[in-house]
């Protein structure tokens, strides 16, 4: 009854939107999802497109708007649009299976309506199937109602992505097929025989050994290859060219919108020195200004950064995949058509048994070894996913400098904390968190208005961008409790804890998983739920769609 | 004949695979991963000889429904010829239990039960053990080992060895109880793609004890060696 009030609720609406004239507070927005040829390679490939474009058009909200979104999908599969980053009603979340969101049929239109309060650098993309890596994603930027904090006298969206000539559904199927269908610098004879002859016998004989004992291997740095990787939909060779004035600040809307894609982030100047960035936004929540030279971007995370190109040159916007398979290369110039340097390829890590987790070596007997064995230690004790080969004296961001601008709200410590083991079983490829997959997991329930510590124990030898829905956690980066940052993507590095804070203050069902693409579709998702009461699911569900019932299908 | 009563077991073992009840979720997607290798050449005594290998799975995380046939063809007479339907379970990281039947029509027609574990064992040894009960009662064991030694990402060798050990004498086989025959070898693939790889094979079979023995009586060899190019597909 409920529902079917809500619904005719909905329609009301509708009408009155199209009878009334738009308040100048709301705005209104309709994507139309296809299926397209596209051609990004060379090849015409049919992907999904959002209004004709792959990828999706740009959104500008501001805060306070009261948005209307419609989207229509005109394939013959079901789609969804998820807002990521972006707090609001759980049903607006775009997630099929919770709060009752019902997904996007074929021919349907579903229309999004929200108050949008925050402000920042986001993205949207499809939750369904492998939509996000065939083209369904866009960057949605959002400007702050009063004076913005961060002056820049111009900016521009730089948005990363992989493209592959394969469907997700085939790259998930090879994965399955064998989870090393894409590796192609797995560890050869030769290889072997060159840490021979740069170690020793007796240590390479070990290190092949110690991986070969646990069925595992040192190059399992990416599960997915042959992409090009694209900024803003475009290949390297097609340069897309963010313009200034030289002197001018401008301010970078950075978003990693791949599929699985982690990066080296760096900006080149003509001797081939780095460009300072600033950031001053991580995830779309402002911090203090931060200057580095470089940064490690995770899956689904977003960047907004300050440079100062000075010389009437052009600057090369450099991001390396972890797995050195190529470049996502763009420029900044002073006008179009211009190109920089281009970068040499920096060599590919190989993992240590620091990646595994595998720090137990305090039962060595440390006065036995030689030297080289003693420095073969210390080199396995140090991650190998970490080294990006950077110059030495670079400034790396890392979590632990991001600080909060102004003053966090909730200052209280956790009432308790919730392990969350990200595990899987790279031979079959199936991604888990607290062992479970997605469809065997039991959800995590919050209080409303608890505060708990999420503690991160990734003992894969991977990592993992980990994302929540719906809300921020807040980086425990050893900075004051005033100052954490909040972040709604964290990275959990290979065979590392991480852990966040949370202050349960949203209410509904809201999707928990990793932003590995093939991860999550291979099990590692799971929901947490916030109730408002004490009681079940339920309660927190119906407040969700009680008041909310403003979406509609056709 | 018990044959008779066994065959229609891996239907069933399919209907349970695929029906909905043994997955839980309907989004849950059916994947496959199988291998065949197609190859023919030579015998030590020239003879013509031709294989076939199909080994894969279709199914989900948990349960597959895996299926095997392989024989091969010596001068113009199908020597062996084997044909399996298990049910493969995943019951630790690196290993399934798998249980099912196989039916050889080559050399004797015979049915068998089959029981068995396959997975990768550590130091990356893909490793197969399987039980068989044959309609007539004979009981027997089967061992497959096999590794990759990657010279480049694309040219691999392979070393493989597999033996067959018999509780029992088994006459219509000519087979004598312990250790009967053993096939060692070494396959050097070039993989084009992922799922096109053409090689060459060479390969020893031996028979050992009674087994040997009566081969010799009968005054057949006791061992063989063959050359053999072929492709290998994955799909």
Known sequence: ?554 | MLTKKLLPLPLCLLVLILSPASHAHDDMPLFHAFRLELDAGESRDNESVANWNLDGWIGGDDNKLWLKSEGAVIGHNTESSENWAMVSRNVATFWDVQAGVRYDNKPESTAYVVAGVTGLAPYHFETEAHFFASDEGDVSFRLREEKDFLFTQKMILQPFLEFNVFAQDVKELDVGSGLSDANIGLQLRYEITRKIAPYIEVSYDSLFGDTADMADAKGEHTSDSTITAGIRLMF
Request: charged share 20%.
């Open chain 1, 1 to 554: 009854m409920i529902r079917s009030y809500a619904n005719s609720l909905g329609l009301l609406w509708v009408l009155l939107s199209w009878l009334l004239p738009m308040s100048s507070q709301a705005a209104e927005y309709q994507l139309d999802i296809r299926k397209e040829i596209v051609n990004v390679t060379g090849k015409p490939l049919k992907k999904v497109t959002v209004n004709h474009s792959m990828p999706a058009p740009t959104l500008w909200w501001t805060e306070g708007e009261d948005v209307v979104v419609h989207v229509t999908n005109h394939m013959d599969e079901p789609s969804s649009v998820h807002w990521h980053g972006i707090m609001l009603p759980g049903y607006m979340d775009g997630v099929k299976g919770l709060n009752n969101y019902p997904g996007i049929e074929p021919g349907q239109t579903f229309t999004y309506r929200f108050t949008v309060r925050q402000s920042g650098t986001y993205w949207y993309h499809s939750h369904t199937n492998g939509q996000e890596q065939d083209g369904l994603f866009g960057a949605l930027i959002i400007r702050p109602k009063g004076i913005d904090p961060v002056h820049a006298d111009r900016e521009h969206v730089v948005m990363f992505s992989d493209f592959s000539e394969e469907d997700a559904s085939a790259i998930h199927a090879h994965l399955k097929m064998s989870s090393d269908y894409y590796n192609h610098a797995r560890r050869t004879v030769g290889d072997f025989f060159q840490d021979v002859s740069d170690n020793g016998f007796k240590l390479a004989w070990q290190h092949a050994s110690d991986w070969g004992s646990m069925r595992m291997s040192p190059t399992d740095l990416a599960d997915v290859s042959g992409y090009t990787f694209l900024i803003n939909g475009k290949t390297s060779q097609q340069n897309w060219t963010g313009t200034f004035k030289p002197g001018e600040t401008v301010r970078l809307h950075m978003i990693n919108a791949s599929a699985m894609s982690f990066y080296d982030v760096r900006i080149l100047d003509s001797e081939n020195k780095r460009l300072k960035m600033t950031v001053v936004q991580a995830d779309g929540r402002n911090v203090e200004p931060l200057p580095v030279d470089e940064f490690r971007f995770g899956v689904a995370e977003t960047y907004d950064v300050l440079v100062q190109p000075a010389e009437a040159k052009a600057y090369t916007i450099v991001a390396e995949p972890i797995d050195r398979t190529g470049f996502a290369i763009g420029t900044l110039a002073p006008k179009e058509g211009m190109k920089g340097l281009m970068p040499e390829q920096r060599p590919r890590a190989l993992l240590t048994m620091a990646d595994m987790g595998d720090m137990d070596m305090g039962d060595m007997d440390h006065s036995k070894m030689s030297e080289e064995e003693m420095a073969d230690m210390m080199a396995q004790m140090r991650s190998g996913w970490a080294k990006t080969g950077a110059p030495r004296g670079d400034k790396l961001l890392s979590y632990s400098n991001l600080k909060f601008l102004g003053e966090q709200q909730d200052l209280r410590t956790a009432e308790r904390e919730i392990i969350v083991t990200l595990g899987g079983n790279m031979e079959r490829y199936i991604w888990t968190m607290n062992g479970k997959t997605e469809m065997e997991a039991e959800p995590i329930a919050l209080r409303f208005g608890e505060r708990v510590k999420l503690t991160f124990v990734n003992e894969t030898m991977m990592a993992h961008p980990m994302h929540l829905h719906g809300m921020f956690v807040q980086l425990d980066n050893g900075q004051p409790a005033g100052k954490l940052p909040d972040k709604s993507v964290v990275i959990v590095a290979p065979g590392k804890s991480y852990s966040v804070l949370l202050t349960a203050d949203e209410s509904g069902e809201w999707a928990f998983h990793c932003h590995l693409l093939y991860h999550m579709a291979s099990g590692m998702m799971n929901k947490v739920v916030v109730a408002k009461l004490d009681g079940k699911d339920s309660h927190a569900l119906e407040k969700v769609t009680e008041g909310k019932g403003d979406g509609h299908a056709h």
